[in-house]
């Protein structure tokens, strides 16, 4: 089993920057990616950015440039930087990890870009 937590949510202003973390515990031994999806009112959940083996990273149309993923292997954490937010980037983010097929998804946090 992985546990997933996410933090690092907010209210930010367009243009501002914020700062996402998932705290992986459990058994992570052969995860072979993490992931950032977002959810927005009436929405379907979409993939915003995913890291995997090696640290290969890749992103949904429109997110590279301003997201970046990365991972902290030693403690098991999965970043997300948002820079340049705006209004569309409001949603429920969340966390997610993958292994021979299996996956695990964190609670999510609230991402609100607004004036």
């Known amino acids: 089993q992985v546990r997933l937590v996410e933090s690092g949510g907010g209210l930010v202003q367009p243009g501002g920057s914020l700062r996402l973390s998932c705290t992986a515990s459990?058994?992570?031994?052969?995860?072979?990616?993490m992931a950032w999806y977002r959810q927005a009112p009436g929405k379907q959940r979409e993939l915003v950015a995913a890291i995997g083996v090696g640290g290969k990273t890749s992103y949904a149309d429109g997110m590279q440039g301003r997201f970046i993923i990365s991972r902290h292997e030693a403690t098991g954490t999965t970043y997300l930087q948002m820079n340049n937010v705006k209004p569309e980037d409001t949603a429920k983010y969340y966390c997610?990890?993958?292994?021979?097929?299996?996956?695990?998804w964190g609670q999510g946090t609230q991402v609100t870009v607004s004036s």
């Open positions: 997610n990890a993958v292994r021979s097929g299996s996956y695990w």
């Open positions: 459990g058994s992570l031994f052969g995860l072979t990616q």
